[in-house]
């Protein structure tokens, strides 16, 4: 058999109770937020648990009063008895009103500083979430994000309840009641010490070594399920149009079925830790009952002193079980908060530099000094020294097969993403240099599929201004050619659109999109050729409201149809982020060899095969 490398065993523990450091390290910085009520929930619970300390010590002085009462004797004996079981019975009281009060007063406490962090730890990992960089939400799924947040907050409430009102008063309890014990007999203070340290160092060896890696995987497995059913009812168009229910079905039950084996073998090794705390309690409670009957047996304990032994080791059994019950809450509270303290810790990607200030955008005029830029994972560069210039009110079509980075050239104007070299200028302000809201907030930007929030038609077309007003939005949306359907809809402006805007059309989702983007009234223009995939009305209505909406910005139309730009007098022709042809329709078409002039030529050629 090779010999065990303590070394390896010690690492691997440290690896694996990593996370149950790094997410109590995360709460105890949210309790320095509420300091001061931390502190009187602690006073409060010391005070709750010194009650049950001492119990055990006025039931023993009871019993010892009315001990000698029960022999014949004289009366005078018999009520200073009686006085002395009084004294320990008010006492008793006195202790249980303390508990009952502190009790009381330390759950509020808990019950506000819970609330209080949950709602902030939500806010800061939505921040975190918004403001993460266009990267990380393409490669990361919309519901696994939800579950992510929302079990995290709920582990907050388990882990506060654990912590302070539960293992706290447990340890001090714990502490409290072998102190006397040892106090009265150092051999059953020393045992009841070594049993109860061994428990607990088994309880939770057993907690993070044991259940903790099993707890982590299921809770994986918890947050892609989460995942597959928020992709599948957010595609559910796509699923019944093809029929494929039982197909998602069958891909659901798949998901499921690893969370099952996960998630039973999280509880079957809960189920075998509870047995073995168990069995540790049994040697326990006989080691200590044989020793207070010895004690007993030589004299060294009275009757009232042994009923105090039993009654104190009830209380230390008590809370040495529920002990191991808290140590498993507890590492179900950081497994849950894992993923959550995760989504707090990542950088986000994009961030604003130190002493950004906002920019305001005049004239708009935007240029690319020779620019490279990397998408990670890629081998190439996408761009290596690409150098542009576009002017104040200048109108560009950006041209090139999928790939080729026209939409990559816009994302970069947002900076969605930051370069690899060289820098983006507009009005000869290096964007990196800007605070991100403040440069999106003036690139108005329509796409081929615009989103729309599940709200009304004025929250989303107002999402762009906050705070305009009714006329402000009417008037959007005349320009945008919108205000004529919106108003024939029985709730008007008032109407909810449905998640992404799924109950209006492709064409009235685009004409919303229009009226947001009149509204925000911004230097700089992006359109996504709006409408590429529209029926010949919307596409004139749409095509009406673009260009009047083109007036006096600079703007850059990306174009998958050819006819889309043919107005423009400046088109640029990217292929594998090189520009390779630059001018107007005119010029282009002239090249027989050129790349515009053979994508002209296919899409002109398929519409006559249409046509005939």
């Not at 819970?114 to 709602?119: E, K, N, P, S």
């Not at 529209?534 to 596409?539: A, G, P």
């Amino acid at each position: 058999m090779a010999p065990i490398d303590s070394m390896s065993v010690l690492a691997r523990f440290r690896d694996r109770a990593a996370p149950f450091r790094d997410v109590l390290a995360f709460s105890f910085s949210h309790w320095r937020r509420q300091r001061a009520r931390v502190v009187l929930i602690t006073i409060g619970v010391l005070l709750m648990t010194l009650a049950d300390v001492l119990l055990p010590v006025y039931v023993g002085r009871l019993i010892d009063a009315l001990a000698p009462a029960v022999q014949p004797g004289e009366a005078a004996d018999r009520a200073a008895s009686l006085r002395e079981a009084f004294w320990a019975l008010a006492a008793m009281i006195a202790l249980g009103l303390l508990m009952l009060v502190t009790r009381h007063l330390a759950f509020i406490g808990v019950c506000r500083l819970t609330l209080v962090q949950m709602v902030d730890v939500a806010r800061e990992a939505f921040w975190k979430v918004q403001r993460f960089a266009a990267e990380w939400h393409a490669n990361t799924f919309a519901g696994s994000i939800v579950r992510k947040v929302t079990r995290g907050m709920w582990a907050i409430d388990l882990l506060n309840d654990t912590v302070l009102l539960a293992l706290l008063p447990s340890f001090v309890v714990l502490v409290g009641s072998t102190a006397l014990l040892g106090w009265h007999w150092p051999l059953m203070g020393l045992a009841v010490t070594v049993g109860a340290l061994v428990f607990i160092g088994m309880t939770a060896s057993l907690s993070i070594g044991y259940i903790g890696p099993a707890a982590r995987l299921s809770n994986q497995w918890d947050t892609r399920t989460g995942g597959a059913l928020a992709d599948a009812v957010t595609c559910n168009p796509v699923v019944k149009s093809f029929g494929a229910e039982h197909r998602e079905d069958a891909r659901l039950l798949g998901v499921l079925g690893k969370w099952k084996k996960r998630t039973y073998r999280t509880w079957m090794r809960h189920t075998n830790s509870s047995s073995g705390q168990i069995l540790a309690l049994i040697i326990l409670r006989t080691a200590v009952i044989g020793l207070a009957l010895y004690l007993w047996w030589v004299g060294e304990a009275t009757a009232g002193e042994v009923a105090y032994v039993m009654t104190a080791y009830v209380v230390i059994q008590g809370y040495l079980r529920d002990v191991g019950m808290y140590i498993r809450d507890l590492q179900k509270s950081v497994n849950d908060m894992e993923e959550l303290v995760e989504i707090h810790a990542q950088p986000l990607g994009i961030e604003d530099r130190i002493g950004a200030e906002p920019i305001v955008i005049r004239q708009g005029r935007i240029a690319f000094e020779d620019v490279r830029f990397h998408y990670r994972g890629h081998h190439q560069p996408l761009y290596d020294g690409l150098s542009v210039a576009i002017g104040a009110g200048e109108k560009i079509g950006l041209v090139g097969l999928s790939g080729s980075g026209k939409t990559t050239f816009v994302k970069l104007i947002q900076r969605l993403h930051d370069v690899d070299g060289g820098r983006i200028l507009i009005d000869g302000h290096d964007i990196s240099q800007v605070t991100q809201a403040s440069l999106r907030a003036q690139i108005a930007i329509v796409q081929q599929e615009p989103i729309l929030f599940h709200r009304s038609l004025s929250e989303n077309i107002a999402y762009a201004k906050p705070g305009a007003t009714q006329a402000e939005m009417e008037r959007a949306a005349k320009l945008a050619n919108a205000h004529d359907f919106i108003a024939k809809l029985p709730k008007g402006y008032g109407t909810l659109v449905g998640e992404r805007g799924i109950k209006l059309s492709g064409g009235e989702r685009q004409r919303v999109a229009l009226a947001r983007a009149f509204l925000a009234d911004a230097p700089i223009l992006v359109l996504d050729e709006a409408t590429s995939s529209l029926d010949s009305e919307s596409e004139a209505l749409i095509q009406e409201a673009t260009e009047r909406l083109m007036q006096g910005r600079t703007t850059i139309v990306i174009a998958h149809r050819l006819s889309t730009v043919r107005a423009l007098k400046r088109i640029l022709i990217f292929d594998r982020g090189r520009i390779i042809e630059e001018g107007d329709h005119g010029a282009l078409i002239q090249r027989e060899k050129g790349v515009y002039r053979r994508l002209f030529d296919r899409q002109v050629g398929g519409l006559l095969v249409e046509a005939g």
